[in-house]
């Protein structure tokens, strides 16, 4: 019986993932990914048009993934927010926080990929793009809280970008330092409180925990 197109796919996804992982987007050889996958050129060529869609293919989801848990720093997500209730925010904070490090885990060499492997394709900058937007969102959300009267100091924009980046890169040395679930998940506990202790000073934010 013939191979589905679909396992010729997933044979060329797993013989990409390999070859990315041992040197690189650089270094990666479509001619190997092929041998190693037991295709033809031609026919992944049939599948993927060059390193580039291979790169993209293993690591888009993850990437929208990142979009997702970034975005809940947006305003829209804080509308209803108020110091009345800031512990139902803060428990639905630990809840994405802890859902997206099991994502990180669940898919630990998508993101390795990402974020040390890259060099060459369009996501080589992934690590400072995200951070980029996660300032971006998060610094229109405390001016909004500072317009609303949620918090009583506005802080400058290079502040929000320390902020920000700290939490951003806290999640990328899960990889970078190829942390144990264990390890990662007391890391990250600690550096969620040191963050949120630091934004309830430096904002202003009157709340009692």
């Known amino acids: 019986m013939a191979e589905s197109s679909l396992d010729t796919k997933q044979k060329l996804l797993e013989s990409a993932k390999k070859e990315f992982l041992e040197k690189g987007f650089n ?9 190693n996958a037991g295709v033809t050129t031609g026919a992944m060529y049939r599948h993927f048009k060059d390193k580039n869609a291979f790169f ?12 997702k848990v970034v975005s809940l720093a947006g305003t829209d997500n804080h509308a209803s927010f108020d110091m009345l209730h800031i512990q139902e925010h803060i428990d639905l904070e630990n809840k994405s926080t802890s859902d997206f490090m099991n994502y990180m885990f669940d898919n630990f ?10 060099a060459g394709s369009e996501h080589e900058n992934f690590q400072e793009e995200i951070c ?17 009267n949620q918090i009583t100091k506005k802080v400058s924009s290079m502040t929000v970008h320390f902020m920000a980046s700290t939490t951003i890169n806290a999640f990328c040395d899960i990889i970078l330092h190829k942390m144990t679930k264990k390890e990662a998940s007391a890391y990250i506990s600690d550096i969620m409180e040191f963050t949120r202790a630091g934004c309830i000073q430096v904002l202003g934010m009157n709340a009692g925990i």
């Open 27 to 35: 270094g990666a050889s479509l001619r190997t990914i092929a041998a």
């Open 132 to 148: 980029e937007l996660y300032t971006k969102n998060c610094e229109e959300t405390f001016n909004w809280m500072y317009k609303h």
């Open 56 to 67: 993209c293919a293993l690591v888009d989801d993850a990437i929208d993934a990142s979009l």
């Open 109 to 118: 060499d998508a993101f390795t990929l990402l974020l040390t492997k890259a």
